[in-house]
């Protein structure tokens, strides 16, 4: 197994109020080349998985293992995409791609010519001359992607990344992640609470539910990509997600309009 | 365009109405000439000192002095300031000694300055330092203390060490924070130029003023009050423009709203 988490909790201590369970005993195998979403509301612990995969955080029980090799701290290998994009105000696109890319001493032609390479994948070389604050959220986003893809990583991590964007632009921004997904081949872990979301990108959704922070099933999404958010069979595995969170009505109305 | 046309025409209205009330008060002749002198008599004696050199002398003095002082401070506070803004264990035995220091007037410490820096440039120069150096230290430690947690994270991500992390992250993040207090630091600088260079020096617009008190000239100390009052102000409006066009490059404050 490429990913592997095993019977991990999180648990946070206080000093006067006991401890609460961020994570409760998950269990978790992810294959090479999988997009995998973590689906859920908020307090679920989706976010805090997905902090132990990428060694951000350390689970008080349980390991995570990659490659047969635990992990005890982040590393390059697995980037992560934040909500809020990350990206560093005082330098340009180009600069900011380059950050991960001068961390491993690669000479700086090169590093300039890998920068534009990913920023041209991104759709943003009209703007590498640009600072963060003169795009828009969508278009940063993007520079983040393009930073992370930079280093080459196996696994993208990807935290609520277009949770801060309207609707419109967040559905561009899934078929750009999938577009990237399917052309470099990719581990991603997504974490979302919006369902059609999951549903779109996801080749297995990991559902989760709070207090404490649990895995309840996880369901398998068959459907050829690229897909079709209107389409009957979208439909089907959406109602299904919803039937596991208990949103969908069980009581059949007596008629139709 | 429009903006700055009006900001000027207040301030040409306000300075107007200032000098009139004085003037008026000077006409009013119930004040002793020596007590308060007329603005033409004091704008005279503004041009004159203009004219005759001495201006220029005693501000090529003061403007040397200054940069000495604040640039040394700037370059100490910044650099002790990333030190201890990153090492808070070491901050927090350094940060009371430093809140017992820093209310202390720079001209309480005159005579030691005096008895250790002898005279001359010196004492104005560590004068200057000692009101510098506090805002900008304590402003450094402060914008190291808040860098974005995101960003550390990002560093960590991407495995950024040392010295890196302080040059590509650390400081940069702080920036802003250490040229508002780099501004700060300016205008108590200037403030304490002044009185340095009244009670210790041969030279400069402090002793332009103290010079013309022992000449009983009251004009020419009114004159050279207004001169470092002015000079003040252009100094600090040229440190905003720098402070403001780091901070949109850093993308603190966005192009639109200038």
Same mark, same amino acid.
């Given at each position: 197994?490429?990913?592997?988490?095993?019977?991990?909790?999180?648990?946070?201590?206080?000093?006067?109020?006991?401890?609460?369970?961020?994570?409760?005993?998950?269990?978790?195998?992810?294959?090479?080349?999988?997009? *995998?979403?973590?689906?859920?509301?908020?307090?679920?612990?989706?976010?805090?998985?997905?902090?132990?995969?990428?060694?951000?955080?350390?689970?008080?029980?349980?390991?995570?293992?990659?490659?047969?090799?635990?992990?005890?701290?982040?590393?390059?290998?697995?980037?992560?995409?934040?909500?809020?994009?990350?990206?560093?105000?005082?330098?340009?696109?180009?600069?900011?791609?380059?950050?991960?890319?001068?961390?491993?001493?690669?000479?700086?032609?090169?590093?300039?010519?890998?920068?534009?390479?990913? /920023?041209?994948?991104?759709?943003?070389?009209?703007?590498?001359?640009?600072?963060?604050?003169?795009?828009?959220?969508?278009?940063?986003?993007?520079?983040?992607?393009?930073?992370?893809?930079?280093?080459?990583?196996?696994?993208?991590?990807?935290?609520?990344?277009?949770?801060?964007?309207?609707?419109?632009?967040?559905?561009?921004?899934?078929?750009?992640?999938?577009?990237?997904?399917?052309?470099?081949?990719?581990?991603?872990?997504?974490?979302?609470?919006?369902?059609?979301?999951?549903?779109?990108?996801?080749?297995?959704?990991?559902?989760?539910?709070?207090?404490?922070?649990? *895995?309840?099933?996880?369901?398998?999404?068959?459907?050829?990509?690229?897909?079709?958010?209107?389409?009957?069979?979208?439909?089907?595995?959406?109602?299904?997600?919803?039937?596991?969170?208990?949103?969908?009505?069980?009581?059949?109305?007596?008629?139709?309009? | 365009?429009?903006?700055?046309?009006?900001?000027?025409?207040?301030?040409?209205?306000?300075?107007?109405?200032?000098?009139? /009330?004085?003037?008026?008060?000077?006409?009013?002749?119930?004040?002793?000439?020596?007590?308060?002198?007329?603005?033409?008599?004091?704008?005279?004696?503004?041009?004159?000192?203009?004219?005759?050199?001495?201006?220029?002398?005693?501000?090529?003095?003061?403007?040397?002095?200054?940069?000495?002082?604040?640039?040394?401070?700037?370059?100490?506070?910044? $650099?002790?300031?990333?030190?201890?803004?990153?090492?808070?264990?070491?901050?927090?035995?350094?940060?009371?000694? *430093?809140?017992?220091?820093?209310?202390?007037?720079?001209? $309480?410490?005159?005579?030691?300055?005096?008895?250790?820096?002898?005279?001359?440039?010196?004492?104005?120069?560590?004068?200057?330092?000692?009101?510098?150096?506090?805002?900008?230290?304590?402003?450094?430690?402060?914008?190291?203390?808040?860098?974005?947690?995101?960003?550390?994270?990002?560093?960590?991500?991407?495995?950024?060490?040392?010295?890196?992390?302080?040059?590509?992250?650390?400081?940069?993040?702080?920036?802003?924070?250490?040229?508002?207090?780099?501004?700060?630091?300016?205008?108590?600088?200037?403030?304490?130029?002044?009185?340095?260079?009244?009670?210790?020096?041969?030279?400069?617009?402090?002793?332009?003023?103290?010079?013309?008190?022992?000449?009983?000239?009251?004009?020419?100390?009114?004159?050279?009050?207004?001169?470092?009052?002015?000079?003040?102000?252009?100094?600090?409006?040229?440190?905003?423009?720098?402070?403001?066009?780091?901070?949109?490059?850093?993308?603190?404050?966005?192009?639109?709203?200038?």
């Amino acid at each position: 197994m490429f990913i592997s988490v095993s019977d991990a909790s999180r648990e946070y201590f206080f000093k006067d109020k006991g401890k609460t369970t961020a994570l409760h005993k998950v269990n978790l195998e992810i294959e090479k080349g999988e997009f *995998i979403c973590l689906l859920g509301p908020s307090g679920c612990g989706k976010s805090t998985l997905l902090n132990l995969i990428a060694g951000f955080d350390k689970p008080t029980s349980g390991q995570v293992s990659i490659n047969g090799e635990v992990v005890l701290k982040p590393s390059e290998d697995r980037i992560t995409i934040f909500q809020n994009y990350g990206l560093l105000p005082w330098r340009n696109v180009l600069r900011n791609v380059e950050l991960g890319l001068e961390a491993k001493k690669i000479p700086k032609k090169e590093r300039r010519r890998i920068a534009e390479e990913y /920023i041209e994948l991104v759709g943003l070389s009209a703007y590498k001359n640009h600072y963060p604050a003169q795009l828009s959220g969508g278009m940063q986003q993007r520079v983040a992607l393009a930073r992370a893809l930079a280093v080459d990583p196996d696994i993208l991590l990807m935290d609520e990344p277009f949770g801060a964007l309207d609707a419109m632009t967040r559905m561009s921004m899934q078929d750009e992640i999938e577009r990237l997904w399917q052309e470099k081949k990719k581990t991603i872990i997504f974490v979302t609470h919006d369902i059609e979301e999951a549903v779109f990108l996801a080749d297995w959704i990991v559902i989760m539910t709070p207090s404490p922070g649990r *895995i309840k099933s996880i369901i398998k999404v068959p459907l050829a990509r690229k897909r079709d958010r209107t389409g009957v069979d979208f439909f089907k595995i959406r109602d299904k997600v919803f039937a596991e969170f208990g949103l969908k009505d069980t009581v059949e109305p007596d008629y139709y309009l | 365009m429009m903006n700055i046309l009006k900001k000027a025409v207040k301030a040409v209205v306000s300075i107007s109405v200032l000098i009139l /009330i004085w003037e008026l008060f000077v006409l009013t002749g119930r004040f002793e000439k020596s007590l308060l002198p007329s603005p033409a008599v004091v704008f005279t004696g503004i041009a004159k000192m203009i004219m005759d050199g001495t201006l220029f002398t005693n501000l090529k003095v003061s403007i040397a002095r200054f940069l000495a002082g604040y640039l040394a401070a700037a370059l100490a506070g910044v $650099a002790f300031g990333l030190l201890l803004g990153w090492n808070k264990k070491v901050w927090a035995f350094i940060d009371p000694v *430093i809140q017992v220091l820093r209310p202390i007037s720079p001209i $309480a410490w005159f005579p030691f300055i005096v008895l250790w820096f002898g005279i001359g440039d010196a004492p104005a120069v560590v004068i200057i330092f000692i009101a510098a150096f506090f805002p900008i230290l304590l402003s450094t430690v402060s914008g190291v203390g808040n860098v974005d947690a995101i960003y550390m994270k990002v560093a960590d991500n991407f495995g950024i060490k040392q010295p890196g992390l302080l040059f590509k992250i650390v400081f940069p993040s702080a920036f802003p924070h250490i040229a508002n207090g780099l501004h700060l630091a300016l205008g108590s600088a200037w403030v304490f130029l002044v009185a340095g260079e009244m009670v210790g020096a041969q030279s400069g617009l402090g002793f332009m003023i103290i010079d013309a008190r022992n000449s009983l000239k009251s004009d020419l100390v009114l004159a050279g009050i207004i001169i470092i009052g002015v000079l003040g102000l252009l100094l600090d409006r040229l440190i905003r423009l720098l402070e403001n066009r780091i901070k949109r490059q850093w993308g603190v404050i966005s192009e639109e709203r200038n």
